[in-house]
């Protein structure tokens, strides 16, 4: 017979292991890179994941020494245009017409130089994904004001996207230094430390971030990774679970907070969290793959059907999960299905089927 027709459950701890290793890939989206939005005179902004809002002002976060442009009438004017058309489409609560939105910054950077529109620039530039542009504008924005806080820390956040994370780390310092009460700076650095091992950095950061800003969530789940790398339990758990109440739409502080009860070994409390992060985003990988090792280590096999099935809708092309996808539902006597998930695993291994 075929190994198709002749593959068994196999060890169960290999396949967990690997895995683990596939959650892994999937988890940590602390460490993704966040934008600091721009700020409105006198306004503190939190975080975002998304590329920030064009709305700083001329003038906007500098410090005392910088005085705000004296625009033309006509460069106010578009100035005020460019700010006006993202606000209405914000308003409208339509997807961003980021070109449209650069159009409009660089005719008012046609009429003048000014910081705030490169700053502006750059973020719509980066939204499209035209980074070495929105670099270089964030850079000029930078340049021409020292006291535009929002560049210094975008121009972080671009590098980490980029993979120059020495750089980042280089910019969030800068700004750490030029703007004592900063805490997005704090916060950013704090994710790097964590994620390189430096652990008693990164608590002290998150902390230093949380002192200028307690509801900072990044640097909240920095002190859980931490807390959880120490095997703290009770720590991590009680940040896990206030954390959660400042921001009940982010998927990543149930599957947190899931992974401290796991290990306490309330296996049942565990999964309820990753099936709360799965309601708040059905696609959060790292809960699914938390919840079929918890499957696969209990030997329930529709439970590791059912979630390595909804892995490989947003993942086809994953031949080891439609390889654990076959060997459930052959678990289960579903012998013609597991046929073909054997077969879709041999096409998305190469014409072979993983180990």
């Not at 009860?261 to 809960?287: E, T």
């Amino acid at each position: 017979m075929s190994p198709r027709t002749t593959l068994r459950a196999g060890p169960l701890g290999a396949l967990a292991a690997a895995l683990a290793l596939c959650a892994c890939a999937t988890s940590g989206t602390s460490s993704s890179p966040k934008q600091a939005q721009a700020a409105r005179p006198g306004a503190a902004t939190p975080a975002s994941t998304a590329p920030s809002r064009p709305v700083a002002k001329a003038g906007a976060d500098a410090s005392s020494a910088d005085a705000a442009e004296s625009l033309s009438p006509r460069a106010q004017r578009l100035f005020d245009e460019a700010v006006q058309a993202d606000a209405e489409q914000k308003k409208l609560k339509v997807p961003t017409d980021w070109p449209y939105l650069e159009r409009k910054w660089r005719a008012v950077l046609d009429e003048a130089d000014v910081a705030e529109a490169r700053f502006n620039l750059g973020v719509a530039l980066e939204a499209q994904g035209k980074l070495e542009d929105a670099r270089a504008e964030y850079e000029r924005a930078r340049s021409l004001k020292p006291g535009l806080r929002q560049a210094v820390v975008n121009l972080g956040v671009l590098l980490e996207r980029q993979g120059d994370l020495r750089g980042a780390a280089a910019a969030y310092q800068d700004a750490m230094r030029d703007f004592p009460d900063d805490a997005v700076s704090r916060e950013r650095l704090a994710v790097l430390y964590r994620q390189a091992g430096q652990l008693d950095e990164a608590w002290r950061l998150a902390r230093e971030a949380l002192v200028r800003e307690p509801r900072s969530i990044a640097a909240q789940k920095v002190l859980v990774h931490v807390a959880l790398a120490r095997n703290d339990l009770d720590l991590a758990k009680l940040v896990a679970m206030r954390a959660q109440k400042l921001d009940a739409a982010d998927p990543e502080l149930p599957f947190l907070a899931g992974q401290v009860l796991a290990k306490q070994g309330d296996d049942a409390a565990a999964a309820a969290q990753f099936k709360k992060a799965l309601a708040i985003r059905g696609d959060y990988l790292a809960a699914r793959y938390a919840l079929l090792q918890a499957a696969l280590k209990k030997q329930t096999w529709g439970a590791v059907a059912e979630q390595a099935a909804a892995i490989v809708k947003v993942d086809p092309g994953n031949a080891a999960l439609h390889l654990v996808h076959g060997i459930a539902l052959k678990h289960l006597g579903k012998a013609d299905d597991a046929l073909a998930a054997y077969q879709r695993a041999e096409k998305a291994g190469g014409e072979k089927l993983p180990e």
